[in-house]
């Protein structure tokens, strides 16, 4: 599949780092450092903007490493890039830890998956069927 992009910053395109991986990198492309201190959130820009194809969407999500490491996860994890949008590519940044962070440009800051999507029409009935699992939910089945 290709997909339009067009990168501005000096940073290389987003690209799977193993032969098996799902996501892509994105990295932070900064005019100057961002530090997010302890408890907050920030807007960390990339420079990309990408076309993607009716049917699919990218998802944003969390790099594990800073998330064990440093306690920096996406705050809207997963965030959705539809197909429709084509803005810059923003990731939204949580320090969940009891230090402050900073993000240099360069700095690998998520990852991104794209996937196909089916889009739903509801319809609407008085009852659903049933099912072996019923309503059982949050830790029904135990730990």
Same mark, same amino acid.
């Given at each position: 599949?290709?997909?339009? !992009?067009?990168?501005?910053?000096?940073?290389?395109?987003?690209?799977?780092?193993?032969?098996?991986?799902? =996501?892509?990198?994105?990295?932070?492309?900064?005019?100057?450092?961002?530090? /997010?201190?302890?408890?907050? %959130? @920030?807007?960390?820009?990339?420079? *990309?903007?990408?076309?993607?194809?009716? =049917?699919?969407?990218?998802?944003? %999500?969390? %790099?594990?490493?800073?998330?064990?490491?440093?306690? /920096?996860?996406?705050?809207? @994890?997963?965030?959705? !890039?539809?197909?429709?949008? %084509? =803005?810059?590519?923003?990731?939204?940044?949580?320090?969940? $830890?009891?230090?402050?962070?900073?993000?240099?440009? =360069?700095?690998?800051? @998520?990852?991104?998956?794209?996937?196909?999507?089916?889009? !739903?029409?509801?319809?609407?009935?008085?009852? *659903?069927?049933? $099912?072996?699992?019923?309503?059982?939910?949050?830790?029904?089945?135990?730990?």
């Amino acid at each position: 599949m290709i997909v339009n !992009i067009v990168n501005h910053s000096d940073n290389s395109l987003p690209a799977y780092e193993t032969l098996f991986s799902a =996501g892509m990198d994105l990295k932070a492309f900064l005019k100057e450092d961002v530090t /997010i201190c302890k408890g907050q %959130r @920030a807007l960390i820009t990339t420079g *990309l903007f990408m076309e993607l194809a009716e =049917g699919f969407e990218a998802q944003v %999500r969390p %790099r594990s490493g800073l998330a064990i490491k440093h306690g /920096i996860t996406v705050l809207n @994890a997963p965030g959705t !890039i539809d197909s429709d949008y %084509r =803005g810059e590519i923003c990731v939204i940044l949580i320090n969940l $830890s009891e230090v402050d962070y900073t993000i240099k440009s =360069g700095d690998r800051i @998520a990852q991104m998956v794209v996937s196909r999507h089916e889009r !739903i029409e509801w319809k609407q009935v008085a009852e *659903l069927s049933s $099912s072996a699992r019923g309503e059982g939910g949050f830790g029904h089945t135990g730990i």
